[in-house]
T-cell receptor
Framework: AQTVTQSQPEMSVQEAETVTLSCTYD???????LFWYKQPPSRQMILVIR??????QNATENRFSVNFQKAAKSFSLKISDSQLGDAAMYFC?????????????FGTGTSLTVIP | DAGVIQSPRHEVTEMGQEVTLRCKPI?????LFWYRQTMMRGLELLIY????????DSGMPEDRFSAKMPNASFSTLKIQPSEPRDSAVYFC????????????????FGQGTRLTVV
């Protein structure tokens, strides 16, 4: 069974600094999708960044980037120049392909605090 | 599109009562997911549908939980009878089938229903 592990229940970062949130996953598939979602206090789940497993180039979206290590099954999120609005719960997620179930699996989340 | 719409946003009920949560997915999406979020377990997949057909309900905790999708624009999650341990935030999400590259790969979530069973 696929599982997603976020080993850091809580993290904090000073405003304008950089923080990295870790995520590992377990799968026997060779192709899949990976995501990071942000959940602010409003509860809304917001897509931050995504990556295809067969593309080795790390995805980047403005201040957000990932370090994708397929062999290690690791998908960490780096937030640069942290802002107060980045404070939220962050979830790592994995999606199987339609021919292998097409399910989304989520980690337990990392609560990020940004210190002014 | 207005996004995934869930109702109600909040529900407080007494133990033993029936609770029905509702979801309207994004038009054109053919996958619908129900998740339960708690502090201890994060986001747990309860059940998901493809083209209105339940595909995997192995995450449904017990027979007190049931879900239906009578048509492409509506789904319900019912708990009968409800218990205090069912208190959580319940999310509905929908997605399309991936169509090449990163197109249509993400899940879109509703605002969730916070359920409190007292």
């Amino acid at each position: 069974a696929q599982t997603v592990t976020q080993s850091q229940p809580e993290m904090s970062v000073q405003e304008a600094e950089t923080v990295t949130l870790s995520c590992t996953y377990d799968t026997s598939e060779s192709d899949y999708y990976l995501f990071w979602y942000k959940q602010p206090p409003s509860r809304q789940m917001i897509l931050v960044i995504r990556q295809e497993a067969y593309k080795q180039q790390n995805a980047t979206e403005n201040r957000f980037s990932v370090n994708f290590q397929k062999a290690a099954k690791s998908f960490s999120l780096k937030i640069s120049d942290s802002q107060l609005g980045d404070a939220a719960m962050y979830f790592c997620a994995y999606r199987t392909l339609p021919n292998t179930g097409n399910q989304f699996y989520f980690g337990t989340g990392t609560s990020l605090t940004v210190i002014p | 599109d207005a996004g995934v719409i869930q109702s109600p946003r909040h529900e407080v009920t007494e133990m033993g009562q029936e609770v029905t949560l509702r979801c309207k997915p994004i038009s054109g999406h053919d996958y619908l997911f129900w998740y339960r979020q708690t502090m201890m377990r994060g986001l747990e997949l309860l059940i998901y549908f493809n083209n209105n057909v339940p595909i995997d309900d192995s995450g449904m905790p017990e027979d007190r939980f049931s879900a239906k999708m009578p048509n492409a624009s509506f789904s319900t999650l019912k708990i009968q009878p409800s218990e205090p341990r069912d208190s959580a935030v319940y999310f509905c999400a929908s997605s399309s089938r991936p169509s090449g590259g990163l197109r249509n790969t993400e899940a879109f979530f509703g605002q969730g229903t916070r359920l409190t069973v007292v």
